[in-house]
């Protein structure tokens, strides 16, 4: 399988590092030359992975060909290269629709968005698709776990969800400042919050219909600690505050 790169950052990086670590075999990684740093060092690190002078260069080499540029520039850059019509070409990029996408790589008509994480250089987490084929999925699964969605609206919904990880680690970061404050060493307070929260995830995950607030109420006990503190942040309206930012980022994608 040979596969390119239009664009080297930070979650090219964590895909090629997740392939290349993966179990998958006879696979030919083409970079194109901007982020030169990366992709020399990505390069240099693995000997399926090769840096080409040229973005065109990159399409002619590559069967699949992912595009990972940044938005503001991304059909300006797809339409000086010449693809073609049976290439699959994936595209990473937020706000490039599929329509645009069709438009900017013809005559290739195989395209597919999707939405890793940097979680897939280790092998793990929810991989978005819409529209991907069985090689594109497939690929995927040597990643972590694709989820194909029905429509664009719904991959731009769940899309949205990728820019509340900073409010995420803050919460993790007012936990652990909290926790070092009433005496607890900062090595173990950020194992142990870490840790708590990757359980809680995993055990909801076990369930084959996952069910939040079911999970919630049968965390509570009368009386109890969980029960206090539910009650304490849902009035402060804590909870509201993440429906506010995520109506306001699905907005970027109108």
């Not at 840096?51 to 590559?62: F, G, H, T, Y």
């Not at 991304?74 to 599929?98: D, N």
């Not at 972590?144 to 731009?156: C, D, F, I, K, S």
Request: aromatic share 8%.
């Amino acid at each position: 399988m040979q596969i390119g790169f239009i664009g080297v950052g930070k979650i090219t990086n964590a895909i090629v590092e997740g392939l290349c670590t993966s179990s998958i075999a006879n696979t030919q990684i083409y970079l194109s030359p901007r982020n030169e740093a990366n992709a020399r060092h990505l390069a240099e690190k693995y000997p399926q992975v090769q840096r080409l002078e040229s973005n065109q260069q990159v399409i002619d080499q590559s069967d699949i060909v992912f595009v990972a540029v940044r938005p503001a520039v991304a059909v300006e850059v797809l339409r000086t290269l010449v693809f073609r019509e049976e290439q699959t070409v994936v595209s990473l990029v937020p706000l490039l629709k599929k329509a645009e996408l069709l438009n900017a790589v013809a005559p290739a008509t195989w395209v597919a968005r999707a939405v890793p994480t940097p979680t897939v250089m280790q092998h793990m987490g929810p991989i978005l698709l819409f529209q991907a084929n069985d090689t594109v999925t497939q690929l995927f699964s040597y990643l972590g776990q694709p989820l194909q969605v029905a429509n664009e609206h719904q991959l731009h919904a769940l899309w949205t969800l990728t820019g509340l990880i900073t409010p995420f680690y803050d919460l993790l970061h007012e936990l652990s400042s909290w926790t070092i404050a009433n005496g607890v060493d900062v090595t173990t307070a950020n194992q142990y919050i870490a840790g708590l929260f990757q359980a809680l995830c995993f055990a909801a995950q076990q369930d084959s219909t996952i069910n939040f607030k079911e999970l919630a109420q049968h965390a509570e006990t009368p009386n109890g600690m969980n029960e206090q503190a539910g009650r304490e942040i849902r009035k402060k309206g804590a909870h509201e505050a993440y429906r506010i930012a995520a109506d306001n980022l699905l907005k970027w994608f109108e």
